[in-house]
């Protein structure tokens, strides 16, 4: 049996050893170990697929300092048995093998992608490094993608990272029938280079569950935001078979889940958009009701001035203007030229930066206007007679330069995203400060009885971490797409939008049925 005090050791172990090394060499090896209770966790996942009373054999080809051997003895305790670890690095390696030393584990200083199996495993369990394409030398790419097509006959791309071999190849280390668990980036799911790995998930093993972390599983540090936990069995698939995707909470006790027929996933597709997926599934979330956004804010579009020229002043028209702080309000400028995702207001609410500018809303007659700030009068009459009081907005107003009044929204996002290459189409801004927008964003006001929770500047933050966790898919499902790739979201679409997780942070209030009686 493994005592609680190996644990200790070997935290405090990971901690001094990492800090010998600097951030670009962890990220050239992958060196990124697994947290103790998420490592747990995916234990009790594996012990609940584990139905057999034997003990079990485990492999971790990337072994760092054990967070899984650890795991691995908590949980399966007298069933854990013999384990074997590869770890490349020395660094980690020889504190390793001399911290296991007294354990039936047999630690190996190699490359893992380079052994031949000499054994057959029950179980896989690891956490790979997760060394792109480009760090990996060209000779060796080239081997281990002939390894890939030796093995499975799979064609797998140059651009996959190591991850994606270490999860085929390790196979070979597997008895028939032995359960396999990957803690890997989402991205395999979404992009080209995946396309091999999820062929050999539905071709060549049975594909078991992928539970995918969201960013509020703050249990989490950052590194695992986009990371899913990936199960497969070593067995010939059947044609058609039910894998589980899950989503939230814990990987043994997911908030959400959900059944796809193996049959109707496609190599092809982009598998991160089935965790939205409400068609070919058998889903269970919130109570049964999937909360959307329009449950805790109400949406709406920026003002629509009528013409922006006019009504969005710098600071030199202003001058030249003097046109008094009371007829200015702070305004964002367009998306276009504001990239940041947050807006912090310094003193009197403006914003932060250096080209503050201003929307122009006044309620004064024009007579007032005369009599008492000529000046703005001035400004107002060269827009008369640029006729801007003809266009069509302007001229269902009394006065035409006076804008609807507008509170500002704690959250907004541009209404317009393209897709091609970025990550992410939409985004949310954090606003802490008192400008609005014109219509080319979206704010998103809280509903009552929200709002003082939203208040709580811990809070917000959440909210907005949530609102910018939602996948690129779910937001361009809810949307509408144009030409070129330019996708927009109207305020009730938005309102529509499925947001599950947010319940983790704002309780959705219960809707009074009124029972009428006869
Ligand atoms: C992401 S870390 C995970 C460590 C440990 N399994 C955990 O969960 O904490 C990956 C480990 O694999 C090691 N590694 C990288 N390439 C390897 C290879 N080709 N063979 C064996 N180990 C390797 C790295 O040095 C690193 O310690």
């Known amino acids: 049996m493994m005592s609680d005090d190996i644990e200790t050791r070997r935290c405090e172990l990971q901690q001094s050893l990492d800090a010998q090394k600097t951030q670009k060499q962890r990220n050239l090896m992958g060196q990124f170990a697994t947290p103790y209770p998420l490592a747990c966790d995916i234990m009790k996942r594996m012990r609940q697929l584990c139905a057999c009373g034997n003990t079990i054999s485990l492999l971790e080809p990337s072994v760092g300092l054990g967070a899984f051997l650890s795991a691995f003895h908590n949980v399966f305790g007298n069933k854990a048995g013999h384990a074997l670890g590869f770890e490349i690095d020395s660094h980690y390696y020889e504190p390793a093998k001399a911290l296991w030393q007294e354990q039936d584990i047999d630690l190996r200083n190699a490359d893992f992608l380079t052994v031949t199996p000499d054994n057959a495993y029950d179980m896989i369990v690891a956490n790979p490094p997760y060394v792109r394409h480009h760090h990996i030398d060209t000779d060796t790419k080239q081997s281990l993608r002939n390894d890939v097509k030796e093995y499975c006959g799979i064609n797998i791309s140059g651009l996959a990272g190591l991850y994606c071999h270490f999860m085929i190849l390790s196979t070979k280390w597997l008895r028939e029938g032995g359960l396999s668990c990957w803690l890997v980036p989402c991205e395999f799911m979404e992009v080209n280079y995946g396309k091999a790995v999820k062929e050999f998930l539905i071709h060549s093993v049975e594909l078991l569950s992928i539970h995918r972390f969201l960013a509020t599983d703050v249990q989490f540090a950052d590194a695992l935001v986009s990371s899913c936990v990936v199960i497969f069995r070593k067995v010939r698939p059947k044609t058609n078979y039910q894998i589980l995707f899950s989503e939230g909470g814990s990987v043994s006790a997911p908030e959400r889940q959900m059944l796809i027929d193996s049959q109707t996933l496609s190599v092809e597709e982009k598998w991160t958009s089935r965790f939205n997926d409400n068609t070919n599934s058998t889903e269970t979330d919130t109570g049964g009701t999937t909360a959307r956004l329009g449950d805790f804010f109400t949406v709406k579009r920026g003002i629509a001035t009528g013409d922006n020229h006019f009504f969005i002043l710098d600071s030199a028209t ?144 959440k909210v907005w971490n949530v609102l910018n966790s939602i996948s690129k898919t779910r937001l361009m499902n809810s949307g509408r797409v144009y030409g070129g790739g330019l996708y927009k979201l109207e305020p009730k679409e938005l309102m529509d939008l499925p947001v599950p997780e947010m319940t983790k942070i704002l309780k959705p209030q219960t809707k009074v049925v009124q029972l009428a009686l006869f």
């Open 318 to 461: 202003i001058e030249k203007y003097s046109i008094p702080r009371k007829f200015l309000v702070p305004v964002l400028p367009s998306p276009r030229y504001f990239k940041a995702n947050s807006v912090s207001g310094c003193n009197d609410g403006l914003l932060d930066t250096d080209s503050q500018l201003f929307l122009f809303n006044c309620d004064l007659d024009e007579s007032t206007l005369k009599a008492s700030y000529p000046t703005v009068w001035q400004y107002v009459r060269q827009g008369e007679e640029r006729e801007v009081n003809k266009r069509y907005i302007c001229s269902r107003r009394t006065p035409w330069y006076s804008c609807e009044k507008r509170e500002p929204a704690p959250f907004i996002m541009p209404y317009m995203g393209r897709g091609e290459s970025s990550k992410q189409i939409f985004r949310f801004i954090l606003n802490d400060s008192n400008a609005i927008t014109t219509n080319v964003y979206l704010l998103l006001y809280p509903k009552k009885s929200y709002a003082r929770y939203i208040a709580d500047k811990s809070t917000r933050s």
